[in-house]
Each structure stands twice: as C-alpha cells, then as structure tokens.
C-alpha cells in the first residue's frame, strides 16, 4: 500500500529541547516536502527536496532542519523549539510526469500529520 | 506557448565527452530547473538554478543562467552511458505559477 508515514503523530515539549519528526515513504519518489498547517493560514511549506542530498527552504524555514540521506526518508529537525512553532505538521511526498501538454501532472500523497505543541 | 524549449532535440555523443544542452525561455521567473527522464520512468530533478544566480555546479553538472538572454545551459562533463536520458529545463515563472517544461533533449551516450 502507497503510504507516507511521520512518527511521533503527537508530542508535547519543552522550549529548547531538541526534537526530530521522522518521514518515510514507499513509493520510491524523488520528491518530499514539509508543511506546518496553522489556523487562518492554510498549508506553508517549510522545506522540500527534490532528490537525495538535495534540500531547499520554502516559504517558512526559520526553525527547521530537514536532511535527506536516502530517498524514502525526511526527517523534519527543530534543533530549539519554540512556542510559535506549535502547529499542525504534514510530510507529502510526490511523483511528476510530463503531461503531453507539457505540463507536469502532480501526485502528492500526504502523511497523517503531527500536532506538536512547544510549552 | 511552451516556456522553456531545448535545443538540441537530439544529442548523441561518445562516452568520456561533454554535452551541453541549452534552454530558452520568454518571461521572468523565480528559478530555473533541469531534470532528467529515463524511458518509462518519472522525472529526476537534476539542479535548480535561482534567477539571482549565474551558476551552479553538482557533481558532473554545470549549469549557468543568463536573464538577460533569457537562457540557461546544461553541462554534462564526462558523460556516461548512464547519462543516456532525455533532459528538461521547467521554469518557474515570477508569480508563483506552476512549472512549464521544455520538449526535452534525448541525449545518448555511446559506450
């Protein structure tokens, strides 16, 4: 079954203690991201990448740390939390094809996301 | 219209040489991309160059941006057969709009 699993699905921390959210996916895509999902603000994207060893920041990085050492892992870091990153987070990961058009047609699976809450 | 267009369509070359591959586009953009197509296989992201950069290297690949030409170029050195693949440069067009991709270069790499 095509999934994107993240672990823990819930936690509850300190300011300053160091954490790390695991991503794993089973379908052999290039392509990962992060998103933290906030009330009134919809989805932003933290990080993605586009392969192995290859990361880049999206809208919202400040805080976070990815790495991607193989393709089916991403794991989110946040080497300090703070209160303000309390929030919603989702793993996705997602498969391109060249429509005919030439146009790229997007798959995204979504893992089932982790509420983190910074005291 | 298509955003970016490679030129060549077709490359052929011996193993241990240089290809390069050129992409053209019309508006601004954020960035510009090269990804690689294996026949039957998804797209690989190869390289993103941002618009404020001239260029970049990873690995074996080269590229260079020029905005005022609005184009860009691939440098494989010392190819593979490996690197047999077609390629294609996508942009990301100024305004958050999604990719547009190229028709794509079929490189081979004779052995």
């Known amino acids: 079954e095509a999934q994107v699993t993240q672990n823990p699905r819930y936690l509850i921390t300190v300011t300053g203690k160091k954490l790390t959210v695991t991503c794993s996916q089973n379908m052999n895509h290039e392509y990962m991201s992060w998103y933290r999902q906030d009330p009134g603000l919809g989805l932003r994207q933290i990080y993605y990448s586009m392969n192995v060893e290859v990361t880049d920041k999206g809208d919202v990085p400040e805080g976070y740390k990815v790495s991607r050492k193989e393709k089916r892992n991403f794991p989110l870091i946040l080497e300090s939390p703070s209160p303000n990153q309390t929030s919603l987070y989702f793993c996705a990961s997602k498969f391109l094809s060249l429509g005919t058009s030439g146009g790229v047609q997007e798959t995204q699976y979504f893992g089932p996301g982790t509420r983190l809450l910074v005291l | 219209s298509q955003q970016g267009e490679e030129d060549p369509q077709a490359l052929s070359i011996q193993e241990g040489e240089n290809a390069t591959m050129n992409c053209s586009y019309k508006t601004s953009i954020n960035n510009l991309q090269w990804y690689r197509q294996n026949s039957g296989r998804g797209l690989v992201h190869l390289i993103l160059i941002r618009s404020n950069e001239r260029e970049k290297h990873s690995g074996r690949l080269r590229v260079t941006l020029d905005t005022s030409k609005k184009s860009s170029s691939l440098l494989i050195t010392a190819s593979r057969a490996a690197d047999t693949a077609s390629y294609f440069c996508?942009?990301?067009?100024?305004?958050?709009?999604?990719?547009?991709f190229g028709k794509g270069t079929r490189l081979s790499v004779i052995a």
């Open positions: 996508a942009t990301e067009p100024s305004g958050n709009t999604p990719l547009v």
